[in-house]
């Protein structure tokens, strides 16, 4: 069991460039959720999709497009990467938004650096 | 907005004594709280949960207390191994049908041999 795969694990960027990462889970959740992790800064939510066909902007989505492929995917664009952008990047997947507590599941990240 | 913190960025154990991470709460409507270790190149792994029905929860070695009067969830570890050695995050969950949680920036537990 899988759990959320992270693909790929490092890339190195120019400033412009474009890149798409990828994040796959196999346990049938609902909810998938982009962060970026910086130092001393924790977690803070890029984009999430609460159920299969929606998307919804988190505290700092400038920059980033999202698409939820189908129930297992959901991709993070950077359409022209800029050095602010150069972090560690985690997905995360949960069971089922609303009353229905569940804790989130989250991808070993793809660390990424804007030159 | 309000937001979760932690009282203590860095705290250093000897091998088999109990560590106690803390991490202070504002937002009185939340109503689920998670603690996450994170090894070093790894993602946040869920350990232990905690409702606010609830003042406390065990798991293997881990106890998480909640104390709403003051706002207040701490993890315990018992018998702290240096696999234990991580960041460990609290985050919490604000009621009312919101399903995003809050994360704080984490402490660094080191645990000495």
């Known amino acids: 069991n899988a759990g959320v795969t992270q693909t790929p694990k490092f890339q190195v960027l120019k400033t412009g460039q474009s890149m798409t990462l990828q994040c796959a889970q196999d346990?049938?959740?609902?909810?998938m959720y982009w962060y970026r992790q910086d130092p001393g800064m924790g977690l803070r939510l890029i984009y999430y999709?609460?159920?299969?066909?929606?998307?919804d902007k988190g505290e700092v989505p400038n920059g980033y497009n999202v698409s939820r492929l189908n129930k297992r995917e959901f991709s993070l664009r950077l359409e022209s990467a800029a050095p602010s952008q150069t972090s560690v990047y985690f997905c995360?997947?949960?069971?089922?938004?609303?009353?229905?507590?569940?804790?989130?599941?989250f991808g070993d990240g793809t660390r990424l650096s804007i030159l | 907005g309000e937001s979760v913190g932690l009282h203590l960025p860095t705290l250093s154990v000897q091998e088999g004594d109990n560590s106690i991470i803390n991490c202070a709460y504002s937002?009185?409507?939340?109503?689920?709280f998670i603690w996450y270790k994170q090894e070093s190149g790894k993602g946040p792994q869920f350990i232990i949960d905690?409702?606010?029905?609830?003042d406390k929860r065990q798991g293997q070695r881990v106890t998480v207390l909640l104390n709403k009067t003051v706002k207040h969830l701490s993890l315990q570890i018992a018998a702290t191994q240096p696999g234990d050695s991580a960041v460990y995050f609290c985050?919490?969950?604000?009621?009312?049908?919101?399903?995003?949680?809050?994360f704080g920036r984490g402490t660094s537990l080191i645990v000495h041999p």
């Open positions: 985050a919490e969950k604000v009621g009312g049908g919101s399903y995003i949680p809050t």
């Open positions: 937002n009185s409507a939340s109503d689920y």
């Open positions: 995360a997947s949960s069971q089922k938004p609303g009353t229905d507590n569940q804790p989130q599941h």
């Open positions: 905690i409702r606010s029905n609830m």
């Open positions: 999709s609460a159920s299969e066909g929606t998307t």
């Open positions: 346990m049938n959740h609902n909810s």
